[in-house]
């Protein structure tokens, strides 16, 4: 167990939508997970497994039913929650950033929440000066444009800035790159891996990109019918041949080429799934350096 705050702990968590009508819903059956300060956390599984479900009960949107939910030591079941204060702790960037950008200008929408804190103008400034420089977004040139004539890509960026100059100890995005470029979603990876690991925020993903998972992910849970069915590393998760097969999980790329590779008889490590690692395997077939497949 790692010598670190525990900063996300849930355990046999359950939600209904819509309880005691012919429209009820089971999304959470006793599902369960635990992320560490400082931990980079994604979740994955099929569409309707509860991952969103999950997820949005960190900032308090969902009240837990039955089961836990533990913020930073502080329980979300009790009565008297300071959900303005779990919020600012809690940064949840929703999948479609329309739901979140309401002001017409750029700076103003970042600056609303720090400004609805109280905090000093001063304060407010340079929090979203910080935060649109994370996202890569110029903050004199880009503060007085419209929020209504930004690109989708653009958007995203408004709507994580507007959760960071909040400065939450926890970042939890759902579905960050849905929708993206590949060039603006190689940007955005790397500013959640620089606020991951240079800002030290406690990050949590929701993804159906496997590559991203494993680009960013020191920790992966596996979500199926409401429920946590698998966690690992990437590495573990990639690698279990029949778990990937049971619970019909996909892979990133690198590690279907080098199932292929095995299947073709070369000797390569499978578990090498970073692209770093996966293209040192294939050079090394390349330069027939690979042992095992010398028949002649
Ligand atoms: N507000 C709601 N009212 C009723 N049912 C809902 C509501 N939100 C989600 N559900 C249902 O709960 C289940 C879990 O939904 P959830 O959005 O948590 O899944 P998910 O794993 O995030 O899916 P996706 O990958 O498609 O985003 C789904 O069957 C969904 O239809």
């Not at 905090?119 to 977004?137: F, H, I, N, T, Y």
């Not at 770093?276 to 095992?292: H, M, R, T």
């Amino acid at each position: 167990m790692p010598n670190r705050n525990m900063m996300i702990e849930v355990e046999n968590l359950s939600h209904t939508y819509m309880k005691g009508t012919p429209m009820e819903h089971v999304a959470l059956k006793g599902a369960g997970m635990y992320a560490y300060e400082g931990d980079c956390i994604a979740i994955i599984g099929h569409t309707g497994s509860g991952k969103s479900t999950l997820i949005q009960h960190f900032n308090g949107l969902i009240r837990p039913e039955t089961g836990k939910v533990i913020i930073d030591g502080e329980d979300l079941s009790k009565k008297k929650l300071d959900l303005k204060a779990l919020r600012r702790k809690v940064g949840l960037v929703f999948q479609n950033p329309e739901d979140q950008i309401f002001e017409k200008l750029i700076g103003d929408d970042i600056a609303y929440g720090p400004f609805k804190l109280g905090l000093p103008v001063k304060e407010v400034r340079e929090s979203v000066k910080w935060a649109m420089d994370v996202v890569g977004l110029d903050f004199s040139r880009m503060k007085d444009r419209q929020t209504f004539a930004l690109s989708g890509g653009q958007k995203r960026k408004v709507a994580l800035a507007g959760i960071l100059a909040l400065k939450p100890k926890i970042l939890v995005l759902d579905e960050p790159t849905a929708g993206l470029d590949p060039r603006s979603r190689n940007e955005l990876l790397d500013k959640i891996k620089f606020l991951n690991k240079e800002e030290k925020l406690t990050v949590v993903f929701v993804s159906h990109n496997m590559e991203e998972v494993a680009y960013l992910a020191d920790r992966v849970y596996v979500m199926a019918d409401g429920t946590d069915v698998l966690n690992g590393t990437p590495k573990e998760i990639f690698t279990d041949k029949e778990k990937l097969k049971r619970y019909q999980i996909g892979t990133p790329e690198t590690v279907q080429v080098l199932y292929r590779l095995t299947n073709l008889g070369f000797n390569v490590n499978t578990a090498a799934f970073t692209i770093n690692e996966a293209s040192n395997e294939i050079i090394k077939v390349l330069a027939g350096k690979e042992e095992g497949t010398r028949y002649v």
